[in-house]
């Protein structure tokens, strides 16, 4: 059995770890920082716990108010323990973020993907994403 609810500091330790499994490393003491942040801005964070109450699971959502539109809700992460893939619990995390977004006021939600993420890819397609553009992404440091 898994249980969604949203996200503590004392998820942080499982949180980083599933960071690295994605790909972005993270310490507990980055995480719990960035749920901090996180807390005082349009934005939620989901995690799946199993039966035992470790957590395998996470996504982060976020709305985004702009000028162009209307706001929208955005997936900013997702990330799914190898071990526990394909079992519905990604399906059941973008469920969540989707009823939040409503609630929110917001008529759609969007996620981006790295191009390599093929799997990724097909996942957001049976869950009912489109795909509506393909961008690049550029990014400067600033500090």
């Known amino acids: 059995m ?6 503590r500091t004392y998820d942080a330790a499982a949180i980083a770890a599933l960071c690295d499994e994605l790909g972005y490393p993270a ?4 995480v719990v920082a960035r749920l901090a942040a996180i807390e005082n801005a349009a934005a939620k964070v989901f995690v799946a ?3 035992s109450g470790e957590v395998i699971a996470w996504l982060h959502a976020g709305i985004c108010a702009q000028l162009t539109g209307d706001d929208e809700a955005e ?3 997702l990330v799914v323990a190898a071990n526990a893939r ?7 995390l973008v ?17 981006r993907s790295r191009a390599e993420r093929e799997r990724t890819h097909r996942f957001y397609e049976r869950e009912g994403f489109e795909l509506i553009r393909t961008q690049r992404m550029f990014a400067r440091r600033i500090g």
């Open 2 to 7: 898994t249980t969604i609810r949203c996200a």
């Open 27 to 30: 310490t507990r003491q980055q």
């Open 49 to 51: 716990e199993n039966a």
């Open 75 to 77: 997936i900013l992460g």
């Open 86 to 92: 394909s079992s519905g619990i990604g399906r059941a």
């Open 95 to 111: 469920e969540c973020a989707a009823a939040w977004a409503r609630e929110h006021g917001c008529t759609r939600l969007r996620v």
